[in-house]
């Protein structure tokens, strides 16, 4: 007895529609892979904008600031022996933000450039070090003359700085224009009072006026003292601020160039 084998005609419409859904649903997996590329294209770009507009301020205020303090320090070099200061630090460090900035701001749009995401990394570790080195130099050295704060804000070595400096009023400029600089901007006079001179400056008067026989009443140790130490805390808080700063974009820095290298 024959077996017979019957086959099934296939229908045409089966073999028609089954395919065209395999292409459809591959269609549908690119898409929504391309949309989620997109959206961590956008969200890259972003956060690097974000950086590039940190490290533009950041730049800008350790400029300003280095500036300001160097500015404001020309009288005080001339009777301290200012060898190391906070501001030295703090202008190299400011100045290389800024090719950061550029760096970061050419590409938070532009994928191909992500291979320049390494030289962000190299300037952000060479800022944050200066600053940190900075921060360690303010804090151990301040003017020279390693200025502490005791109970009556007096310190021997800065005394004698100005006691030199005082008698050799007369007989060099530079320490007069010091000395005239501080007793009028700090309205102080002498190094403990106005009796530290043999004749009273014209700086030590109000309005440059000494005919009016009214002089500043405060000496220009203690004075001096805390100006040291307050401008030395300044520049040292602002260091450690925009050293916590610089760590947070290298760390973004860092980890969009690790997920680049991995795609």
Same mark, same amino acid.
């Given at each position: 007895?024959?077996?017979?084998? +019957? ?14 859904? +395999? ?11 391309? %949309? ?11 956060? #690097?904008?974000f950086a590039?507009?940190l490290l ?9 600031? =280095? ?22 630090? +703090? ?29 962000? $990394? ?8 200066? #600053? ?18 005791? =109970? ?5 070595? #800065?005394?004698? $700085? ?20 501080? %007793? ?24 440059? @006026? ?7 009443? @405060?000496?220009?140790?203690?004075? #001096? =003292? ?10 040292? =808080? ?5 050293? $916590? ?19």
């Amino acid at each position: 007895m024959r077996s017979v084998i +019957m086959l099934k005609k296939a229908n045409s419409a089966d073999s028609w529609v089954l395919p065209w859904y +395999m292409k459809k649903r591959k269609r549908s997996i690119v898409i929504v892979e391309s %949309q989620e590329q997109d959206k961590y294209d956008k969200a890259v770009s972003f956060i #690097l904008c974000f950086a590039s507009v940190l490290l533009l301020a950041a730049g800008i205020t350790l400029i300003s600031l =280095s500036i300001w303090s160097l500015v404001k320090k020309i009288p005080y070099q001339y009777l301290l022996d200012i060898k190391v200061d906070t501001a030295y630090f +703090m202008l190299p460090a400011g100045l290389l933000l800024l090719p950061g900035f550029w760096v970061a701001a050419s590409i938070h749009n532009n994928s191909p450039q992500y291979k320049f995401l390494h030289l962000l $990394v190299v300037l952000l570790l060479a800022s944050s070090s200066l #600053l940190i080195i900075g921060s360690y130099f303010g804090i151990m050295y301040t003017g020279g003359a390693n200025v502490t704060l005791t =109970s009556s804000l007096e310190n021997q070595e #800065l005394r004698e $700085v100005l006691t030199v400096t005082l008698y050799e009023y007369k007989r060099k400029s530079l320490y007069k224009y010091a000395w005239d600089t501080i %007793q009028y901007k700090m309205e102080c006079c002498g190094i403990d009072n106005s009796t530290d001179w043999d004749i009273i400056p014209d700086s030590c008067c109000l309005n440059y @006026d000494c005919n009016t026989n009214i002089t500043y009443g @405060d000496g220009c140790l203690d004075t #001096l =003292s805390r100006d040291l130490v307050w401008h030395k805390n300044f520049l040292v =808080s602002h260091c450690y601020m925009f050293s $916590v700063v610089q760590l947070a974009v290298l760390i973004i820095a860092c980890s969009v160039y690790i997920c680049h290298r991995k795609k």
